[in-house]
Every structure is written in C-alpha cells, then in structure tokens.
C-alpha cells in the first residue's frame, strides 16, 4: 500500500513502467506464447482421473453381443432408406416398437435464412423418431439419451443398427433406474435442435416443430454415435460444442476408461495418444492436439449432436469411429459392449455430472490442462493492453502534472472533445451492428443487382461491411479533428485499449479459446500502433491483424493440424465457406446468449413494510378523465415471521394495495390486513397458522401435554386472505379459498372483521373468483359435505345490497350442487364459469386428499400442499347446471386431464355453451412449481425448473346443450367458427377436443381479463392477461379468441400483474377502455408503478410512479 501512497515512490514506479514500457510489453508478449505452448509439455499437464466414485469401469461386466445383429439390421435399415428416399419412419417405428419400446416422432421444418451451400435447400423438412425405454423400477425422472444422425446424404447406418440392438439388449435388463432414450434424428444438428426444443418446450430458433408426444425425465447425460466408416480402427471422442462449451471432463474420462478396459483403440482430434511425451516429436504430437481443440472450441459451433445437449446443461459427447490406423480392426459388438459400459455407469449416478472439470484442454485423452495452467497466457497478453494504457495515461498528465508542481489532477489545457472519442466509437459498433444484420437481410437485393448466389451474396456483403467497417472510424477521426491533435488520438487510443481489454477479458471467460488467439493478433496491433507510423505500413498492419484474416490464418492452420495441408486459393474458398457457415450456424442454432430478464424478478418475493400514510405518485402521461377511483390489489408481503421463512408463494401474508387517482393526482397506499394468521404471527414471532405450503409447528414454549392435546384441536384454517378482493353488498372482503373472508375498509385499509361462511352456507370454502352480476348479485363455488356423507360441490348465491340494510351474506343460499367423480377426493377447484343460463365446472384431475388433510395434517404437522394428488388416468370432467332455477344437468362431459386456474369467459351460442380456459397440459399440478425458492432462483434454474412444468395453452371447449340428439362417434359440434369437437362415446361420455386458442411453449397467458361488464356470459372478442415467462410474469397480452391476434406490452427488467379492464364511459366498440396493472421495475428509480395502458393496442396512455418497491400482487378490482 505504501508503495501506491507515497507519492514520491508512487512516481518513481510509474516512471519504472513508462520508462520501460516497450521491453515489458514485449516481454509479456513473449511470456504469453511461450506459456501458450507449454501448457501441453508433460509437467504441465495433469493425468486424467475419475473424479466420480459411482463411475469407475470396474464392476460393470459387459455381455453385448448381438454385434453381428447390428450390422444386418443396418444393412435392413439403409435398404429402407433408399427406398424411402430418406428417413425411414414407419420401418423405424415399427423396428422400435418390436423391441418393446414407446415410440414417437416428431416432425419439424426449419427456413434456412439462406441456402447453404452443400444443399443448396431454403426449407429442411424432416422426422425424428424416438423410442423411450422406461426404467423398470424407478419413477420417470431421469432419463440418458443415445442418438445416431441420420441424413440424406451421408450413411450413419451402423450406428442406427447398433442404436436399436442395444434398444433391443438393454430391455432386457433389469438394473436400469433412469428411462433411456433411442434417438435416431434426420438432418442432424436441425434434427437435434428441434428434438431437444420439444422436449424442453423452448423455442429459441424460430424451428417450426410438432410437440412431443413422449417424454421421459430430465435427461442426464447424452451419447451421439457417428459411425458412418464402413472400416472402424478407432474411436474418436468429439467434445466441442456450441460456442465453445464443454461437457465435464469425467465424461470424456469414463469413454477413456472404458476403451482402456476393452483394448479399444481411442483417439482426440483424430490423434492417438504417443507414449513418449518426454521427447520432442512427443511433445510436438500433444501441443497439435491441443492447438486442434483450441481452433475448434474459437470456431463455436457445435461439432456433433452433443453440441446442442450443452445449452440445455446435460452432459454430452459424440463418438465418432474413424478408419486411420490400418492394423486395427473394431467390431460392432466391441463399440456395442463399450456403450454398454458407459451407460450403465451413466446410470448408477446419483447427481449430474459435477465432480470434474468444465473448462479444460486435452492434449491427450489421459493428460488435460486445468483453467488454472492456462489462464495465465491470456492474462499476460490483456496486463499488455493494461500496461500501454497507463502509459498513455501518463503521458496525458505530464503537462497538466508538471504545471501545478506535479501533484494533483488538474484540468487539461487544451482536451480533445468528447466527440472525437465517441464519434469512432460509436460507429465501430454501428458497423458491428451492420455486420450482423444486413449481409442476410439484404441478399434479396444483392441477388437482383448482382451475378452471385444467395449464399455469395450474404458472405460478400458481409466482406464489403467489414471492409468498410476497418476504414471508417479512422477517416471519421481525421475529418473531426483536422489533422489530429496529439491529445486526440492519446485519448482514443487510451479508450481503445480499456474497451479491448475488457471484450477480450468477457470474450475468454466464455471461450477461452476464442479470447486468446484474438488477443494474439489484435494486441500487438492495438499496443503498438501510432500515428508516427508510415501510414501505408500501419494500414496493411491492421489489416493483416485483423479479426478476419485471422480466420483466415487458423484456416490454414486447422487444414495443417489435420494433415490436409491446402493450397492458398483453396484456402481462400474455404475461408468464404466459413464466413457463410459461421452465419448459418449463428442463425440456426442461436447466439451466444439468449435473451433473459436480468434477476430484478427475485424482488417481487420480498418483504415489504406497509405504509402509514398515502405516498404521491409521479404522473407522466394524462391519466383519463374517467379515472376517479381506486385500484386495489392483494398479494403477499410478508415472507418470513422472524426465523421462520414462508416457502409457498400463496403462503406470505396480505397485503393489500392501493392506487387511488383524482382530478390527475395519484396517491399509492398499502396496509397488512390484520387477519388472525398475520396478528398471531407478529404476537408470537413464529408461523402460527399453517399456510398453504408452510407448516405452523406447535409452540415450542408450551409443555409437551398442552402441545399433545393442541393436535387435537382440529384444523385451523388460515384466513390469510392474500389472493381477491370483491364487493359484496355495500362491502368490500380481502379472501383467499379457505371459509374465511375478512371485511376491510377500502378507504383507510382497515381490517373490519373476519366472517366464517360455514356460519350461513354448507361449504368448506369458496374461490377467490365470484361471478358478480350487475346488481350485485354474487356466485361463488365451493366444495362441500353432500348427500350420504360424499363430497360434492355448492354453488352459492349471495344477494345484492339489502333494503332492511341487513348483510347480504346472512342470505347465502345454495342454489344447485355438483356431484363429485370421487367420492371422498374433491377436486382443487380455482374459478368457475357462469353464462346467462348456465354454471359451468371444470373438476380436473388434481384432487384433495381429504383424508389426509383431516388427519395427518393436524397429526405429522403437514400442509396444503402435502394433501394435494393428481393421476392421469383420472381425466376432466366438465359438468353443467341450469341458473334459474338451480339445476344439474346430467351430461357427462369428459375430456384429457388438465390443470385449471382461470376461466376466461363462457358464452351460449346457438345451442352450445362455449368456454374458454387458461389450461395447463398434463395432470400435474402446476402449484409444485411455484414454490419461492424456485421463483427466486437464478435465471437459468428458473428455465430448467419451468422446463419439466406442465405447459399453458389457452383453449376453447363447446358443450353441445343437446346432445342425445345426434348419434354417437359422430362430432356434436356445428358452430362454424371453431374446430373444438365433441364426441358421444357408447357409454354415454361426450368425449371433448378443444380449440386452442393461443400457446407459446413456456409462455403462460394467465390471470385472465375482459370487459366483464358488458360481456361476462356473453359472445366476446377480447381478452386480455399477464404474461408469464417460466413462471416469471413480464408482460401485458391481448388476445384477440375469434382470429387469435396477439399484442403486447413489455419492458426490459419490469414485472407486470394482471391487467384490469375499466371501460370508457364513452366508448362503444369492446375494447374502448384502458388496462391497469400495477409493475414493478427493481433497477428503476421509482421502482413501483401503476400503468395505464390502451385496451384497443397496449400503446401506454399515462404511469404513476412511486418510489418505493412493491411486491407481487395477484388479483384485485378497479373500485370506480
Ligand atoms: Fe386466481
């Protein structure tokens, strides 16, 4: 520290590094190459070894033996693919399904951007077919996967014929605990990448693909075979995958162990390992191999299928049999004993694969290099760029330094413009940006001018931008500043080399490799470069260092490494093809990064305080004149009593929140509702009350015959009324689902009192999703004890506002039951939907265990959450009633299982009911994966853990309302606009398909809205919802149900709520009107604010600001 404070050293070591500036430069320069090559000398490596204790190769016999099988039915298979003239489906179907397993397929299309050059194809259509072996004895949660490409052109028969031999062999085994699945995928990497699309339900590439039909757990770990020699002397392990990933080492461990036990001869990069690395042409062998995977890791493609099992973090590798070392010779039944071997290993593992390393290099299978050995090398060269810009800096002071008796940080007399540094800046990265857009959007153009292909026309015009890119920021520099000043170009350069530094310093930690062999030419260039230089020497310097023509030296040097030494012009056509390979990759298997919200998201699961008084709003835009009233909303604000943290995301406790507007003015106010869950929890500092997904444990405090006798005491259901607020009377209740709704008073947000409805009406509970009609009129539907001591389902009646001014609620009345399909296991019910003339249920297949949650749960401390079951098998069933007067109609409306929170709206329409629904695909209940820590998780985590979620799909059901009329097997369903059907089966069931209305893989359209005014119950257009992104909401949809058109709104790092719908008192058409939500926004200034958006086109009309963060809120109402 002395060192840096002492001014007089402090100038003594800056003049040691001015001084000798240059020799360090060079010296590091020097250093960093020498390191370089290094890294594969003996001493610097180390030995490779199992860090996996489940995955030694010992204690696994191998007794493959159908080798021979295998050929003959490659043999079969490329028979049927000449005669299909491609992918042979149905012959692979059925040979799939004849060794027992479920087979499926999936079929997509890709539109290349431009036509690649080997195909000369616009558009690639294909099938993958796939076979999913179940594990015997173990829940579907995991599953390995094997592929073998298959294309057109090339024949990758041998590994199809091994791939369905060990189908056929592994079947037989016993000991499996993850599902294996059989790949066989046509047009390989598309093929792939729509495969691995679908199982994760992403669409990152714009692949247009059929969903999967069949899915097994989360995938482990994935084999690729490419075995398209006729000949195999050797195995060859590729590792390289999409942007420079890795797979963990001890992948490529267990393949070297296993080939060790065999005798197989194994290679890297095509290389076999030399036993005498102490000598030279030793050591000369190892660095080319080394050399080789850094050229191939810089490239950033994917060198096999694996490459795309990476972006999903699942371990993969390809094995590739080459025919290069003559006296060798490996049969089918050796390569089928060691996949045998690996995934069986595969199988015993317990956890991913995580022991070893990520980041590494092979100069040989047995020896790698750690990131440790070879980070150093890119360090010295970016101290390089560091050191030169000190040096500048320095120089830039003297003046300045010497004038006020060198201390001090004195203005500079004679500064360069802000523009002179910025202007170059700026238009680098608009040449950039050129760069990567115009060369594949303007080849129509370039086309029709010019005599060259789409595929010449993208990589000349990608030459021609960069040309003109390496010109233009040094011109633009000399007209801005005359000549240019010796300041200017001190201060640019000084820019220059901090900007490069950190690029390259981002650039290597994501692919090491790519950073440091830019780094190796663009450094010195950039270190050294002056305006003193004679300018012809300079410019053919920074060209010939240029990104460009690096590429094209590793060109030449790839072709070296691999013995295939080129000439220059066939080099030069090579380059070019890897220029238009390198923009197809890009665009058919995506970036280096896909778009994802920054973590902002982690704050809406906060907590919050409440407010003692309103805060003042910051309005930009004009609020409408027809805002007068209040928004409220409810959600959860208190995650944690003390120690003891929440776990659910129903579980916080109420919070409700409130914007109230005024000739223009906006105020913002939030109050806790003090609900005996709440005011319990702040008394005795602990969780009290069990919640939805959180336990209350008995007080620690009393003696342990009060706490046994406290088990007794039966259930006791929380209040904590986190999800609704709505009218009924002249009163406004905060509600949950429980029997428990609390008055408040929405002027002040004080808790009025809490009402038990068991007290007025035969129910367990309601949902927080009455239909209110416009007098007032309140339904609600609810699960209750019914006939003979079998659950059933109450529809409620609340009345409007009394004349005697009595509560309404004293009236409830039950106005028509619906039985239940299980007896003693009612369904979660969330909404329901109410027409003109009819109620309609939804009872999904996710139940309550009711003896569980009568019992054990008071018993084992258990909660909510614990009593819930789901079962395929069970199915939707949807059951109607009559309104006036209350009636159950006795159809029995049966469709796939679902999941079901929100019913968008129902209407009546020539003698159907149609209802619209926000469904979740699967019997899963998709409450498993709203717990906090999941939603709070990083980016990445919150994806994979949305990836095995059930998927939204928004869906139109049609109940004919006659349906004994017609016959059976026949669709009941003449409604013109929509293709829902509904079938009568010959058990009387009428069997339901839906119309789906809108579905994006991973893109909830949930927390329903319409102008429910003017069309609850009625023929609508609209609907509007929040947009959740895995789970995360971020935007603001509309949808329109008749011509499925969509808009949205969106902001980067903000987090939307239901959109509430207030109509224009003016307005005329369904969508006159504006939508508010309240959005948090973390990063911002004023982090909270309520949005007012045009219903017509979500353009925004006014926000009111405040400063201070809310957390998420779920329902709530526009009180006017
Ligand atoms: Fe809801």
Redesign the pocket.
Known sequence: MGLLSDPNRRKALTNLLTRLNTPICMVCYLAAIVWFMGLAFEPFTLRTYMSENAMGSTMVEERFSAGERALSTAKEFDAHKRKAGGMPVEWLVKSMQARGLEVFTQSFSRKLPFPDENKERYMVHGTNVYGILRAPRAPRTEALVITAPCSPGNSNNQAVGLLLALAQYFRNQVYWAKDIIFLVNEHDLIGMQAWLEGYHHTNITGMDYSPLQGRAGSIQAALSLELSSDVITSLDLILEGLNGQLPNLDLANLFYAFCQKLGVLCTIQGKLQRNDWDSAEGYTHAAQTMMLMVLKQACGRSWGDHGLFLRYHIEAASIRGINSFRHYKMDATTIGRLLEGMVRKLNNLLERLHQSYFFYLLPSLSRFVSIGYYMPAFGLLAVILLLRALDLWVHLGTPALEAVDGVGEAEQPSSPGVLTVLTPVVISHLTGVALYLLPVHLQEMAVEHFPVSETEAVVLTAIAIYTAGLALPHNTQRLLSGEGTEQGWKVLKLTALLYLAVLLGCTALINFSLGFILAVTLVPITASITPNMPKALSALAMVLLSPAFTILYCVFIYQELVEVPVGFSEGWMLFLSVISQGILDHALYGSLVFEHPAGGYKKIFETVEELNEPLPATVTGRIPSFIKGSLLRLGPGLFEVGAEPFYHLFDGQALMHKFDFSNGQVTYFRKFVKTDAYVRAMTEKRVVITEFGTCAYPDPCKNIFSRFFSYFKGVEVTDNCL?NVYPIGEDFYAVTETNYITKVNVETLETLKKVDLCDYVNINGVT??PHIEKDGTVYNIGNCMGKGASLAYNIVRIPPKQKDKSDPIEKSKVVVQFPSAERFKPSYV??FGMTENYFVFVETPIKIDLLKFLSAWSIRGSNYMDCFESDEEKGTWIHIARKHPGEYIDYKFRTAAMGL??HINCYEDSGFIVVDLCAWKGFEFVYNYLWLANLRANWEEVKRNAMIAPQPEVRRYVLPLDPYREEQGKNLISLPYTTATATMRADGTIWLEPEVLFSGPRQAFEFPQINYKMNNGKNYTYAYALGLNHFIPDRICKLNVKTKETWVWQEPDSYPSEPLFVQNPDGVDEDDGILMTIVVSPGAQRPTFCLILNAKDLSEVARAEVDIISPVT??GMYKP
Request: net charge neutral.
């Open positions: 999800v927080a999703h969330h909404s929170f929100h779920f329902h």
